[in-house]
């Protein structure tokens, strides 16, 4: 048995388009995903994330691989049962009440008759919209609409939450009150893949995080795994007066004391101040300076060759 909730083993994905060209929109992905985690999936627009998505909630069939939801194949009934999903884009029945909404849904969702009424109690007040709960959709905010459609993919009661571009398009409070809300269900027991364009959201809430870039995975692991390989090293020095920085190639800057500073990649450190050393007054310090998960992507994903990393 696997401890994970989610676990993909060398995914391919190829299309065929109209004119019988193929098109690659998984290249052998992996990666898991622990039970009780927030997860942050990133990617550029094509990159594939939505096959990838849409193969771990079973609208889609990888040609080769394997996808497993808590150790059930996923699109198989078990698997499906276990999930939770609000797609990117949600239409909804605006005449309606979300009470009278959210039942329907759960309904759709195989809940008993008799538990209907007590669960979608339970879903709007998890979301918060319990006291809106007799207010059509048409009169909610767009952030209030991500939220009910947080309140349907939970009514059910998932095991795993799964998300795409939860806040897209949204105000920063909106944004914030989500990542909140998230925050609070993973506290209570619920796994979540959040799939979104928004690096510091994700840097912000989730344990792990995977990058996709043309069908390949880039990088997968847990956050500060990730982000420490991202670590450079600020020097700051004194030179002596017979020195002149502006004659090397690396972007010294000067402060008010007459000190030089420079950020570089923690394996050039020690060569560079021994390559420095008749010229140096002083090494006033050395501190880690860590990249961000926006720097990342950015490398990552400007890549030229189309291979894993």
């Known amino acids: 048995m696997s401890s994970f909730a989610i676990d993909f083993r060398d995914v391919r994905k190829t299309y065929r388009t109209r004119r019988g060209a193929e098109v690659n929109a998984l290249n052998g992905i992996s ?3 622990g039970a009780g985690e927030i997860f942050g999936f990133a990617g550029p627009n094509g990159a594939g994330k939505s096959t990838a998505i849409k193969s771990l909630v079973g609208l889609v069939k990888p040609d080769s691989g394997s996808v497993a939801v ?30 009278e909404l959210l039942k329907l849904h759960a309904s759709l969702a195989g809940v008993a008759s008799q538990d209907r009424e007590s669960r979608c109690e339970e879903a709007l007040e998890r979301v918060g919209l319990w006291e809106r709960r007799a207010s059509r959709l048409s009169e909610f905010s767009k952030g209030m609409k991500q939220r009910f459609g947080i309140a349907q993919a939970i009514v059910a009661r998932p095991k795993l939450l799964v998300l795409d571009e939860l ?21 209570q027991g619920l796994t979540i893949f959040f799939s979104s364009h928004h690096l510091r959201e ?8 995977a990058i996709i870039h043309k ?15 991202e670590s450079l090293t600020r020097l700051q020095v004194r ?37 420095l050393e008749a010229d140096l007054e002083e090494v006033v310090s050395v501190q880690s300076q860590r990249r ?7 490398r990552l994903t400007t890549e030229q060759a189309e291979v894993p990393a």
Request: aromatic share 10%; with cysteine; net charge negative.
């Open 239 to 275: 030179f002596k007066e017979s020195f002149n920085p502006e004659t090397s190639e690396l972007p010294w800057q000067k402060d008010r004391a007459g000190q030089y500073s420079v950020a570089v990649e923690n394996s050039e450190t020690v060569p560079l101040l021994r390559s």
């Open 167 to 187: 806040t897209s398009g949204l105000d920063p409070q909106a944004q914030a009150t989500l990542l909140d809300l998230l925050v609070q269900l993973k506290e």
């Open 31 to 33: 990666f898991q995903v």
């Open 292 to 298: 961000g998960l926006e720097e990342l992507f950015h």
């Open 215 to 229: 069908g390949y995975m880039k990088v997968a692991g847990p956050m500060t795994e990730v982000l420490a390989e």
């Open 202 to 209: 994700i840097e912000k809430i989730c344990d792990s995080v």
């Open 70 to 99: 808590f150790d059930h194949q996923a699109g198989t009934r078990p698997a499906k049962q276990l999930i939770g999903y609000l797609p990117e884009v949600t239409l909804y029945h605006e005449f309606m009440n979300p009470l």
